[in-house]
Nanobody, 121 residues
């Protein structure tokens, strides 16, 4: 079982930046694929970014060029750096994990509770 705890959400003005963190439990973090998803008010859950156990990164079309996912295997933590935030980025952001496997998909097995990101115009 993997436990995920997100942090770093908050209120920011349009054009601003935030960095989300997701701390994980367990000893095999380096073997896991990690991802970030978001769900805005009245919207379906949306894939934001993923990083596999090899360090390859993947992004949703709406965040390419603005968001960066990274991981620190020494800290069992994955990050999401969000720049040029816009009101449409307002959502609850969830961290997700699964044991690493190929090929890349957006199906994950473990989920965090989420952290709220609100972008004001």
């Amino acid at each position: 079982q993997v436990q995920l705890v997100e942090s770093g959400g908050g209120l920011v003005q349009a054009g601003g930046s935030l960095r989300l963190s997701c701390a994980t439990s367990g000893r095999a973090f380096s073997s896991y694929d990690m991802g970030w998803f978001r769900q805005g008010p009245g919207k379906e859950r949306e894939f934001v970014a993923g990083i596999n156990w090899r360090g390859n990164t993947y992004y949703g079309d709406s965040v390419k060029g603005r968001f960066t996912i990274s991981r620190d295997n020494t800290k069992n933590t994955v990050y999401l750096q969000m720049n040029s935030l816009q009101p449409e980025d307002t959502a609850v952001y969830h961290c997700a994990a699964r044991l690493g496997r190929e090929p890349f998909t957006t199906a994950y097995d473990y989920w965090g509770q989420g952290t709220q990101v609100t972008v004001s115009s």
